[in-house]
């Protein structure tokens, strides 16, 4: 089978400015990958992500170097020996996906012997800002069932309470983008609990968390930046009650899947999230969400316009891609 594959750069405008500790942006930056064969084509987004030493002309040139494999057919399994984990990876293994998908005429879940996809209720992110910004934010979104609220400043006590008292009756999760530290650990789980937080994702940098290590708390505390493939799950368990699994981290929807079994026997609650990009990299993270304890796949909602077709959004509610956008 001859295969051609292109890959491009695209910038999709957010509304407004997402803003974490680490900073803020108004763009989303994404790479698309399209393989063709037999006049299908199949396609996969990424998201570079520079906490991990990534860049747009970087995953650009790691996808160029695998042309010569995959224009000779090489298969995800293959490319996972080929390629590290990262966003160059996700491009190109979601794009098989879809290509195997779209030449056999047979859906992905089917072929992962699944059953039907449904809707999930998804997260809503709001943005790192002072306290009354962000309960007015809160305040806004209310009415939906899960809110993600970035936090992640030496002192978020203020910012906890104002978003409860601004969502009353939303479940919330608190991503700190590992910008807690152990001597603030502890006042702000105490917090957590007085706020009835659902879940707090990396509260600690990722090579300094070991304050975790049977440490109470009422909260969960989900790993992010800590868990990337398979082979970090059985290290994460005596800190961790769940992992968040990206497709952009653990390198495509195949390592996605296997990260999500280990995650299981291992006891570990299960969350699957994503960068801030358009519904084709969201798609494959909706089968990789069904069944998960928490589902955060906002990206589009964040964002000034979606590329078509998109997913269909209802609210809060996401539902599986139609073939025509992947899968």
């Known amino acids: 089978m001859n295969r051609t594959l292109l890959a491009a750069a695209e910038s999709f405008p957010i509304a407004g400015a997402f803003t974490i500790s680490r900073g803020a942006k108004t763009t989303a930056e994404v790479v698309t990958c399209t393989i063709g064969a ?14 991990y030493g990534e860049s747009v002309p970087g995953v650009l040139a790691a996808i160029e170097d695998m042309r010569g494999a995959i224009e000779d057919g090489v298969g ?14 996700n491009a190109l293994d979601c794009a098989l996906w879809d290509l195997e998908a779209k ?83 502890a006042h702000h ?11 707090v994702e990396q509260p600690l ?23 990337h493939r398979t082979s970090d799950v059985a290290g994460l368990a005596d800190r961790y009650d769940a992992i968040n699994i990206k497709l952009d981290k653990a390198g495509g929807l195949t390592e996605a899947l296997a ?14 999230g994503c960068m ?22 906002d990206g589009p909602l964040l964002l000034a316009r979606d590329r078509e077709p998109a997913l269909r959004y209802e609210g809060s509610d996401v539902y599986p891609p139609e073939p025509a956008l992947w899968g």
Not at 189 to 199: D, P
């Open 205 to 227: 940098p990722a090579d300094n968390d070991s304050a975790l290590r049977g440490m109470a708390r009422s909260v969960i505390v989900c790993a992010d930046e800590s868990v």
């Open 276 to 297: 801030v990009g358009t519904s084709l990299g969201m798609a494959p993270a909706v089968l990789l969400a069904q069944g998960a304890d928490f589902v955060d796949l």
């Open 189 to 199: 789980f105490a917090v957590c609990e007085e706020a009835r937080i659902a879940l």
């Open 38 to 51: 037999s006049g299908a084509l199949g396609r996969g987004e990424c998201v570079p992500y520079a906490r």
């Open 76 to 89: 995800r399994e293959e490319l996972a020996r080929l390629m590290p984990a990262g966003a160059a990876r």
């Open 103 to 185: 030449l056999s005429g047979v859906p992905t879940w089917q072929v992962l012997d699944t059953t039907a996809p449904q809707k999930l209720v998804t997260a809503y992110t709001l943005s790192l800002g002072e306290p009354d910004t962000m309960q007015r934010q809160a305040a806004e979104h209310a009415w939906r069932p899960l809110l993600k609220v970035k936090v992640g400043t030496a002192d978020d006590e203020a910012r906890i309470r104002a978003v409860r008292a601004g969502a009353p009756d939303s479940a919330i999760i608190l991503d700190a983008n590992e910008g807690w530290t152990p001597d603030n650990l």
């Open 259 to 272: 990260l999500r079994q280990a995650a299981r026997s291992h006891g570990l609650k299960i969350m699957v």
